[in-house]
C-alpha cells in the first residue's frame, strides 16, 4: 500500500473511533506543566502559537513546525506508553487515541490531554483554549483564536457573491482519496463558497475513482499531495481524459503545502488565504 495511503487509511480509522468524543482526558489543572510532550503536529502548532514552546521537551517524529520544536523518534500513530513515560512528561498532547494510549498513560499517572481532529473551526477555537487555560497561557490562546476569527472575517469579505457554489475536488493522494464538504477541510471551503464533488459518498474520506472525478468535472482541483507525492498541475493534466476537466482546462489546479492542508491549528487562516486567492480568480 503506499505510505500516503497507509496514513491517510489510519487518521481515518482514528478519525472514526473518536467520533463523538471530545477532549475528556485532562490533566489536573494544579500545576503549571513545565515537560510537555506533543504526540500531535497541530497540537505541537497550537502549544507555540500560544506561548507555551518553552515547555515543551519533546515532540512526536511528524510534528515539524515550528522548525525549532525538540523533534523525536515518538510516533503519535503507533505510541509507545513506555518511551512517552522515559520523557518524564508531566502533560502528553495527542490527537489519537491509538490503543487506547491515553487509558495507559493514566495507569501511569500521566497527565494527557486528548485533542482530536476538529470538525469545525468551533473545535478549533475550544483546543486553542483549552490547552491556553492547561498550560497558563490563557491571554494568549484567547489572543490567538480572535485574531484567527478576524482574519478569516477578512478573507471572507474579499470575496466574489456568486449565485452557486463552485465545486472542487480535494486530491489527499494519488489514488484519488479526497474529502467530502462534511470534514473540517470541507468547512473551511465552505466560508469560500465551495462545494465538494465527493458530497454524495457515504464516507468523509471517500477513495474516488478517476473516472467519477472527471466524470463530476470540478471547476478547481486542490492538491493536498504536493510534498508527498510530487503532484502538481502537470502531473494532473497528463492523467488519461483529465485534459478536458474544467479546472485543468482552465488552470484552476493549485498546488497546496500538505502539512498546512492536513491540520486545524492556527495556520488553517494560511489555507482559506490560499483557497480564496483561487476562487477569486473565477470569473464571478
Same mark, same amino acid.
Given at each position: 500500500?503506499?505510505?500516503?495511503t497507509?496514513l491517510?487509511a ?8 473518536l467520533?463523538?468524543?471530545g477532549?475528556t482526558?485532562k490533566?489536573?489543572?494544579? %500545576?503549571?506543566?513545565?515537560? &510537555?510532550?506533543?504526540?500531535?503536529? #497541530?497540537?505541537t ?11 515543551v521537551?519533546?515532540v512526536? /517524529?511528524?510534528s ?10 515518538l ?8 518511551? &512517552? ?10 490527537? =489519537? ?17 486528548l485533542?482530536?481532529?476538529?470538525? #469545525?473551526? $468551533? ?6 483554549? $483549552?490547552l491556553?487555560r *492547561? ?13 484567527? %476569527?478576524? $482574519? &478569516?472575517e477578512?478573507?471572507?469579505?474579499r470575496?466574489p457573491?456568486?449565485? %452557486?457554489?463552485?465545486?472542487?475536488y !480535494?486530491e489527499?493522494d ?14 473551511? *471551503?465552505?466560508?469560500?463558497?465551495l ?9 468523509? =474520506? ?7 472525478? &472527471? ?7 486542490? *492538491?493536498? /499531495? ?5 503532484q ?6 497528463a492523467?488519461?481524459? !483529465? ?5 485543468? %482546462?482552465?488552470?484552476?489546479v ?9 491540520? !486545524?491549528?492556527?495556520? #488553517? ?7 480564496? $486567492? ?6 464571478a
Amino acid at each position: 500500500m503506499h505510505r500516503r495511503t497507509s496514513l491517510i487509511a489510519t487518521l481515518v480509522a482514528a478519525t472514526l473511533a473518536l467520533t463523538g468524543c471530545g477532549s475528556t482526558a485532562k490533566p489536573a489543572e494544579s %500545576k503549571t506543566p513545565q515537560r &510537555i510532550v506533543s504526540l500531535s503536529p #497541530t497540537g505541537t502548532e497550537m502549544l507555540y502559537a500560544i506561548g507555551a514552546g518553552k515547555q515543551v521537551t519533546a515532540v512526536d /517524529d511528524q510534528s515539524n513546525h515550528p522548525a525549532d520544536a525538540p523533534k523525536s523518534d515518538l510516533s503519535g500513530f503507533k505510541p509507545n506508553a513506555e518511551a &512517552i513515560a522515559g520523557r518524564n512528561p508531566d502533560l502528553v498532547v495527542v490527537s =489519537y487515541d491509538t490503543d487506547n494510549i491515553v487509558g495507559q498513560l493514566k495507569q501511569l499517572k500521566i497527565p494527557v490531554y486528548l485533542a482530536p481532529a476538529a470538525k #469545525t473551526l $468551533d473545535d478549533t477555537y475550544r483546543e486553542l483554549t $483549552d490547552l491556553g487555560r *492547561l498550560t497558563g497561557h490563557d491571554k494568549e490562546a484567547t489572543a490567538v483564536v480572535t485574531r484567527m %476569527k478576524s $482574519d &478569516i472575517e477578512a478573507v471572507k469579505t474579499r470575496l466574489p457573491q456568486r449565485s %452557486k457554489p463552485l465545486t472542487y475536488y !480535494w486530491e489527499l493522494d494519488p489514488t484519488y482519496y479526497s474529502t467530502t464538504s462534511r470534514t473540517f477541510v470541507g468547512s473551511v *471551503l465552505a466560508l469560500a463558497g465551495l462545494t465538494s464533488i465527493a458530497d454524495s459518498a457515504a464516507d468523509d =474520506y471517500p477513495q474516488l475513482s478517476a473516472e467519477s472525478v &472527471i466524470k463530476a468535472n470540478p471547476d478547481l482541483i486542490f *492538491l493536498a /499531495d504536493t510534498k508527498c507525492c510530487q503532484q502538481s498541475p502537470a502531473t494532473v493534466r497528463a492523467r488519461p481524459g !483529465w485534459a478536458d476537466v474544467t479546472a485543468v %482546462k482552465n488552470d484552476r489546479v493549485y498546488n497546496l503545502d500538505d502539512d498546512i492542508a492536513s491540520r !486545524w491549528g492556527p495556520r #488553517t487562516v494560511d489555507l482559506l488565504r490560499a483557497v480564496a $486567492d483561487a476562487v477569486a480568480k473565477v470569473p464571478a
